[in-house]
């Protein structure tokens, strides 16, 4: 069954929803993740299964037919697989996608092949082993190639999701769309956003920031019969081909925030909060609501007075928040 669309303030549908899963991870990308002190949040601040079937099944019903499930590491919170089954049943839920880093994924291929996974976003910002260990300070590499070898064999959509740093991995931006030449993977390369979870930081700002024109004029260099092809409608990514690739190139201006005029996703934290933006602090609290009793209707109205009320991009969402200061907060606890 198709829920009727539902439409934000702004006239933009909202039908898809990115769900992180936990706030914890098995890596520490340190543009993620500080290496220590990261703290967690316990168990019990954590929305459990069943409360994020609920709250799925309210968006369901409210016009959301998209699912991302992210974190954090899905795969670090236990049972997650059985978890996507049950989504998967539910009724207006059409297309259930999966961001990881791969390290665990490749043990669940079949079983995401058998619920219908629509695509993963495998983040992989390098292919060289001593860079992988050096950004994501754990030596895992051997293990997300299986898993990107998996997920070609599998025939399931895949997305190879590179975040660009200079200084880091700037080398890796033309070995990275090889990648596209014989197999069918969307490489897409991600700016930089200088926020960490240990404060905000100032090299966005520094002349050397790899924003999404440079990182376009490095593949022009050394592709340049490289053309632009159509976005998708609510595409975060501008996309491209290379003739006689099988795979596609796409640079998400992340810093730039260049795509908020067609935004249709919402977020939901690990302990439940609901961000209708990226860049805003939270704009309800779900987990307080469900566990203070709030019946589907009274959920389905606080969520609709959210999506009525939503900023108009991520310059407005940030100058919106609390206490006015820049995000600083990691992707893993936003949900990225
Ligand atoms: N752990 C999973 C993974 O890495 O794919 C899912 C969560 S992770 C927070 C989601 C995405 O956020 C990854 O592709 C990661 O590269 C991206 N990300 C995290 N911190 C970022 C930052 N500071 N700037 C740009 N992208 C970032
Ligand atoms: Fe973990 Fe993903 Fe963040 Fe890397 S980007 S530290 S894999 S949550």
């Known amino acids: 069954m198709k829920f009727p669309t539902l439409y934000d303030n702004h006239n933009r549908p909202i039908n898809y929803v990115r769900l992180a899963v ?98 993963v976003n495998l983040s992989l910002d390098t292919l060289d082993q001593q860079r992988f260990k050096e950004i994501t300070r754990r030596d895992d590499f051997g293990k997300v190639m299986q898993t990107l070898e998996g997920l070609l064999r599998y025939n399931i959509p895949t997305k190879i999701n590179a975040v660009i740093m200079a200084g880091k991995n700037t080398q890796d931006i033309i070995p990275l769309t090889e990648l596209t030449r014989h197999t069918p993977v969307s490489v897409r390369f991600i700016e930089e956003m200088p926020f960490n979870g240990e404060g905000a930081r ?31 409608k609510h595409s975060t990514s501008y996309n491209y081909a290379i003739p006689h690739h099988q795979g596609t190139v796409g640079i998400i201006a992340a810093f730039s925030r260049t795509f908020c005029g067609t935004c249709n996703r919402i977020r939901v934290t690990a302990q439940g909060t609901l961000k209708t933006c ?58 990225g």
């Open 22 to 119: 936990t706030d914890r991870c098995n890596l520490r990308c340190f543009y993620c993740m500080p290496e220590n002190g990261i703290k967690y949040l316990p168990k019990s601040a954590l929305l459990s299964y069943e409360e994020m079937e609920r709250m799925l099944r309210i968006l369901a019903q409210m016009g959301v037919s998209k699912v991302r499930i992210t974190g954090g590491e899905p795969f670090v919170r236990r049972d997650l697989v059985p978890f996507m089954q049950r989504i998967s049943q539910i009724e207006g839920i059409n297309q259930i996608h999966l961001t990881t880093n791969g390290v665990f994924t490749g043990d669940y291929l079949p079983q995401l092949q058998s619920i219908g996974i629509a695509s």
């Open 202 to 232: 100032e090299e966005s700002d520094s002349v050397d920031f790899w924003s999404f024109r440079r990182i376009l004029a490095e593949l022009q260099t050394h592709y340049p019969q490289i053309y632009k092809i159509p976005d998708g």
């Open 278 to 335: 990226l860049y805003d602090d939270g704009v309800l609290d779900l987990k307080k609501l469900m566990r203070e009793g709030a019946s589907d209707e009274e959920v389905s109205q606080a969520l609709l007075y959210a999506f009525r009320h939503r900023p108009k991009d991520g310059f407005e969402a940030e100058a919106n928040r609390l206490n006015h200061s820049p995000v600083s907060e990691s992707m893993s606890t936003i949900g």
